[in-house]
């Protein structure tokens, strides 16, 4: 089945370390991909995607389409950071699908 | 504030009941999506409209339905409900094939 997986449930650093959160994907062809932040079960925001090739509050986010991936990186995690993290894919239908979510912990 | 619109922000019912949630999309978004969340389940994708018109279904249940009205505004309901429905109920929308979706606040579902 084609699907977005996020195989960290859980990830904690300290502030000023590096962080990077995994997400894999299975679907075939050039995917749409996106990452979306949510803060303490607020509405989801969008940070990212791929078509775009930005960098938001510092974090940023490669395809890989050998590996098929998508991991979210941010070289100093702040504590603000602190949030859950879902990887996302859009499908023909403009659907989107997302991962399970990784919720970042950022600690002092 | 997104410009995506969901009343009410919280509500609890009882189990058996029915329930209505409405979204407001972001001026001149076409499309509504719902997606309810839970703890064990994450983000799972209901329903999408466009236009007025249902586009696509994905894991919603007999017990619930959707339309889109002619304003474009949306309206998710529940019935028969089950303690397993206390959720986040969210409501997206989008414009074009280059955005991304924009999401409401959610309408958190509390069955008692």
Redesign the interface.
């Known amino acids: 089945a084609q699907r977005v997986t996020q195989p960290e449930k859980l990830l904690s650093v300290f502030k000023g370390a590096p962080v990077e959160l995994k997400c894999n994907y299975s679907y075939s062809g050039s995917p749409e991909l996106f990452w979306y932040v949510q803060y303490s079960r607020q509405r989801l925001q969008l940070l990212l995607r791929h078509i775009s090739r930005e960098s938001i509050k510092g974090f940023t986010a490669d395809l890989n389409k050998g590996e098929t991936s998508f991991h979210l990186k941010k070289p100093f995690a702040q504590e603000e950071d602190s949030a859950m993290y879902y990887c996302a894919h859009r499908g023909s239908n403009y659907k989107l699908t997302f991962g399970k979510g990784t919720l970042l912990t950022v600690n002092p | 504030d997104?410009g995506?619109t969901q009343t009410p922000k919280h509500l609890i019912t009882a189990t058996g009941q029915r329930v209505t949630l409405r979204c407001s999309p972001r001026s001149g978004d076409l499309?509504v999506?719902w997606?309810q969340q839970s703890l064990d389940q994450?983000?799972q994708?209901l329903i999408?409209y466009y236009n007025g018109e249902e586009?696509?279904k994905?894991n919603i249940l007999e017990r619930f339905s959707a339309q889109q009205f002619p304003d474009l505004h949306s309206e998710l309901n529940l019935s028969s409900l089950e303690l397993g429905d206390s959720a986040?109920y969210?409501c997206?929308s989008?414009d074009s094939?280059?955005s991304?979706?924009?999401?409401?606040?959610?309408t958190r579902l509390t069955v008692v």
Do not use: N
Not at chain 2, 100 to 106: L, R
């Open positions: 997104s995506v499309s999506y997606y994450g983000l994708f999408q586009r696509a994905g986040l969210f997206a989008s094939v280059k991304g979706y924009t999401f409401g606040s959610g």
